[in-house]
């Protein structure tokens, strides 16, 4: 069995994030960048499926960006996936990009589960899993806060798997099942993802990434979105300080909030 | 330009969020002499359907096949749809529902999508669309490339629709054989008790990590919500924590919601948790720190523990 994991490398969210003079791009030289946390789920699960009903599976993590991704793929192959791609183009593409890069080594490597996060922290999208899940016509499972493999048949082959997955929806839990191959994509509450230790680090060393430009995938980007300005929100709000719960009552009804 | 709303209901009424997507719809049809028309897609749909004829024409698929919600089958239905109507952009609201679903089938339609729209605006007769980006940290204004044009919006950002002096017709879709089948219901485990749901109250009360448990969760966030006719929620620290269930999980992962007034409880303002109610009209904050950054987002703060607030309030309010 093979897992293809997508890693997105994003701006760390705990660092504040500023627009250029320009309004156009964010000024991230300064800003720490790690793997985006959704996908540090989704590399997480994969390690389990590995160390659990799947022994046999093997772990590709892919990028698709600039070379400083290199280093999330590092950070990849030392909390386990066997080996790493990079796609080099020389920025994050928009979803509709990923979705058919993802494609394209989907149909190089022939995996029988991507399983990737539900949402970049940056772009805050939410999309290129559901595009590739189409664009391959897969079964797809978003939003996934757990995944249980039943063996159909007693040889562990994958063809005689199903998944039955939770996923975390406005309305509640809602629990499918699925046929491989699939796609999955990782919600916060999937697990919690591993720091990779020294031993693993050095280990990863000596893994694999493999960099394949556009032009061997016959691809040419065509951006569907196109941004023409940021802007930071800041709050506008004062708080104005009560220092009892009847100053607090009345505060509210004075000013029609309750 | 011929508009498409894609319409989640609850198998008797659409949602008040789907309806805000024709809303939106009706403003840009109204901007460039477009079109508006709903889709419905489940089992035993009509009446919804007939519901949404004061809006314009409805086309309906119904069928036991698409009882549940799976994505596979119903974003081909979408795709059917598309085609049938030659519609030029698809909205729905941004719920789960939709990003799960509108989300394949943008995929399908050519990937010119954009989520979670809070405003738009025109430039030399193109599109304008702002989203918030980076947990809401910063906005994007951006076009898109391509047609259909998929959008989903905030429900919280636009105004519910205006009904036509006739209604529209109904049109039936034929569920094409055969629908895709990798994908295969269980079940559904829906914690909404009878409280309001929290998209839409007036008023929301919010726990935070100070709660310490089911009990107390239910004491004082309950509590107090149920004074208020307000709906209740909390951060993904007591989501975490099995204190509250993950569809009260409001933020930037969770839902994003503009009631008239928040109510945070012990919540210390993390990015991806203002993301979510930021928008709210007002917001109070209890909390014991008085540096707790909420409070840089709040209208009303009140520094103290919640234990002892709460109850105080709860108690005051159920005076006459
Ligand atoms: C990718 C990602 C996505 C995320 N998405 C979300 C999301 O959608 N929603 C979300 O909420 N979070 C989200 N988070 C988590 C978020 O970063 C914070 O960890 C979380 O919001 C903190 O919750 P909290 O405020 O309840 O807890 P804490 O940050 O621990 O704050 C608790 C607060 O309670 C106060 N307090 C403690 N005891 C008392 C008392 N007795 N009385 C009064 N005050 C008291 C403390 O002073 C403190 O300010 C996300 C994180 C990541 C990495
Ligand atoms: N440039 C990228 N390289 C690898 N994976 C990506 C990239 N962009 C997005 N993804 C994957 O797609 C998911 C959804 O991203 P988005 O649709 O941008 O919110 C992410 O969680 C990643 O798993």
Known sequence: ?258 | MRILAVIEHDGSSPKPGSLAAVGFAQAVAERNGGHVASLVIGHTVAGIAEILTSFGIVYFADSPALANPLADRYAQVIVDAVSRYHADMLVAASSTYAKDIVGRAAGLLGGAMVSDVVAHDWRDGQLLFVRPMHAGMVTETVILHGDPKIVTIRPTAYPQPIAMETQGELFPIAVQDPLPVGMMWEHLESKLGTRPDVTDARIVVAGGRAIADRHDFERLVGGLADCLDGAIASTRALVDAGIAPNSLQVGQTGKIIAPELYIALGISGAVQHLAGMKNSKKVLAINKDPNAPIFDFADYGLVGDVYDVVPELIGKLHEP
């Open chain 1, 1 to 258: 069995m093979k897992i293809l994991v997508p890693i997105k490398r994003v701006p760390d969210p705990d660092h504040r994030i500023r627009v250029d003079l320009q309004r156009i791009a964010l000024e991230l030289s300064d800003v720490p960048h790690i793997i985006n946390p959704f996908d540090a789920n989704a590399l997480e699960e994969a390690v389990r499926i590995r160390e659990g009903p799947v022994p046999d599976a093997e772990i590709i993590a892919i990028g698709i960006g600039d070379p400083a991704w290199q280093q999330e793929l590092r950070t990849s192959l030392a909390m386990g996936a066997d080996r790493a791609i990079h796609v080099g183009v020389s920025g994050p593409p928009d979803p509709w990009n990923v979705a058919r890069i993802l494609r394209a080594i989907t149909e190089r490597e022939s995996p029988d589960l991507v399983l990737m996060g539900k949402q970049a922290v940056d772009d805050d999208s939410n999309q290129a899993g559901q595009f590739v899940a189409g664009l391959l016509g897969w079964p797809q499972a978003t939003f996934v806060s757990q995944i249980e493999f039943i063996p159909l048949d007693p040889e562990p082959s994958i063809a005689g798997h199903q998944l039955r997955v939770a996923r975390e929806t406005d309305t509640g839990i809602e629990t499918i099942r699925l046929r491989l191959p699939a796609v999955i994509t990782a919600d916060l509450r999937l697990n919690e993802p591993r720091y990779a230790a020294l031993p693993a680090i050095l280990k990863a060393k000596r893994k694999p990434i493999e960099t394949i430009p556009l032009t061997e995938l016959n691809i040419e980007l065509s951006p569907r979105v196109e941004r023409i300005a940021l802007q930071e929100v800041s709050s506008s709000r004062k708080c104005q300080y009560v220092q009892s719960v009847d100053e607090l009552l009345d505060q509210l009804f004075l000013n029609r909030c309750l």
